[in-house]
């Protein structure tokens, strides 16, 4: 089968279409064919070797954690699935592989997409979207009323937490680029303002603060915070990783207010969530670019380059 492979740690360039064996549903198993897949920020770590403590040294490798595509086959019966069924999921943390036409995954990690949604548009919502019930629902506990800070509100990620703070009843302040401001305004958001003329100390104060951008200045944004007020970070400054990861360990000094941060790993429960605000019309996806399997090195090199909007998608089928 068809598939997103790199020999080496690089830049995009080392991103190309490959083949490898076509994988097998075993017991316990759903065989997936993809129709889409989307790039998303941690597979840049993966692919530039930042973190390949954890990804090792051997080649070659696969890029893509998310997918969207219909059941081709089960491994062993299972209720609540049939060949055929349109599903969309992300593989378990730590995996990359998804930019490819099959994966083979346990139940867990899918659930049925939402009905009449498109499979290329939707896969833009899965890694945003889960990152986003997880980060306001689960870990900020975001409630009506309360005053909320998306910093990257263009990404991914933060344009998917917009619609999300909107609709949990939340004020939504966004920080975006220039020419993303009225984009990001017509997703839900009260206020917009450019992040390269609007610094911290012209912002706050905030229930909750969640940075989905280059998790710079920690602890500017998290002096925004009003008392009981919460901050998420789905990141980290990856120039000054060690500075970056001691200031949000050295922030739980600060209870309630520290900066929490989490690693990923969505199952069954989380994925039919985010189907069901789908289908309610609370979350719409938002696609930058779609590409073909072949121009996966050129998704990578344009989201690196920044200013995105929504999720650069890779159509399989």
Do not use: C
Not at 25 to 48: C, D, I, K, M, Y
Request: charged letters at 20%.
């Amino acid at each position: 089968m068809r598939a997103a492979r790199y020999d080496r740690y690089g830049p995009p360039e080392v991103l190309y279409e490959g083949t490898l064996p076509k994988p097998v549903a075993g017991p316990g198993q759903v065989l997936v064919r993809v129709h889409a897949s989307s790039v998303n920020g941690g597979e840049f770590l993966g692919r530039t070797g930042k973190v390949r403590l954890v990804t090792g040294r051997s080649f070659p490798k696969g890029t893509g954690v998310d997918f969207a595509g219909e059941v081709a086959a089960l491994g062993s019966p299972m209720s609540g699935l049939s060949v055929g069924d349109r599903v969309w999921g992300m593989l378990p943390r730590g995996s990359f592989g998804s930019a490819a036409e099959f994966v083979a995954v346990r139940p867990r990690q899918l659930a049925l997409a939402p009905a009449g949604l498109d499979l290329v548009q939707a896969v833009a919502l899965l890694a945003g979207g889960t990152t986003s019930i997880t980060a306001l629902r689960d870990k900020a506990r975001l409630r009506a009323g309360e005053r909320l800070l998306v910093r990257g509100a263009s990404g991914g990620v933060g344009s998917v937490a917009v619609q999300l703070g909107r609709a949990y009843g939340a004020h939504v302040t966004a920080l975006a680029g220039a020419r993303n401001l009225d984009f990001v305004r017509d997703l839900g958001a009260d206020e917009v303002f450019d992040y390269a003329t609007t610094g911290p100390a012209d912002l706050g104060p905030f229930d909750v603060v969640l940075d989905a951008s280059a998790g710079t200045r920690l602890g500017a944004y998290r002096r925004l915070l009003a008392p009981g007020g919460r901050m998420v970070s789905i990141t980290f400054d990856f120039g000054h990783m060690l500075s970056s990861l001691s200031y949000i360990l050295a922030s739980t000094v600060f209870g309630s207010r520290r900066v929490r941060f989490f690693s990923g790993n969505p199952d069954h429960r989380l994925l039919a969530d985010l189907t069901r605000l789908v289908e309610s019309g609370a979350l719409r996806p938002v696609v930058d670019t779609v590409r073909p399997l072949a121009g996966i090195a050129e998704a990578h090199r344009a989201m690196e380059v920044g200013g995105v909007r929504g999720k650069h998608v890779i159509r399989i089928v």
